[in-house]
């Protein structure tokens, strides 16, 4: 897969844990889990949005491309 999700590494920054995060958006931590592997085939913009708010980061900083080999 060339997109790599760093939310653990956001998450782990600002010191907040992933059922603290679920909690704040309403989800569940199976859900959060999803995401968190690269599981999910689709994000919609409202979470990615709600995530960003909630960690004060940009989408950059969760989600990363790279180039297959």
Request: charged share 30%; proline share 1%.
């Amino acid at each position: 897969m060339s997109i790599i999700i760093n939310l653990d590494i956001v998450l782990a920054k600002r010191k907040i844990r992933s059922n603290e995060l679920a909690e704040r958006m309403g989800i569940t931590t199976a859900n959060l889990s999803i995401l968190k592997t690269v599981k999910a085939k689709v994000i919609q913009f409202s979470t990615l949005e709600l995530i960003c708010k909630i960690l004060e980061c940009q989408p950059g900083d969760i989600m990363e491309f790279v180039k297959d080999k």
